[in-house]
């Protein structure tokens, strides 16, 4: 694939999801899917793509789409917080 159609100039990363639940009733198992989805597939995605990018000795653009809670924090939507947050930490420390 790369070979045909080359390096993205734009990568927009919105890996996403959630589940609507209150924390207390959330298990192991839901809150390492949210954060394995948002946070582990957004940093595979960069990893990748910047190695290939560097390799190819060029730039390129990387948007995310984060949410507000991510540093304010809410109810009900605790693992998609985290994950958010985590993003946000990798994009500030690239």
């Known amino acids: 694939l790369e070979a045909e159609l080359q390096l ?3 990568v ?3 890996a996403a999801g959630n589940f609507i639940s209150p924390s207390e009733r959330l298990s192991p198992n839901a809150f390492f ?3 394995d989805t948002v946070l582990n597939g957004s ?3 960069t990893l ?3 190695k290939r990018m ?3 000795e060029r730039g390129g653009v990387f948007l995310y789409t984060t949410t ?3 540093s304010t924090g809410s109810g009900f939507v605790l693992p998609s917080g985290c994950a958010k947050a985590g993003i946000e930490c990798m994009i500030k420390s690239l």
């Open 48 to 50: 990748d793509l910047a």
């Open 43 to 45: 940093a595979y995605v």
């Open 54 to 56: 560097l390799a190819a």
């Open 8 to 10: 993205p100039h734009i």
């Open 33 to 35: 899917t949210i954060v």
């Open 12 to 14: 927009i990363n919105n």
């Open 68 to 70: 507000t809670y991510a």
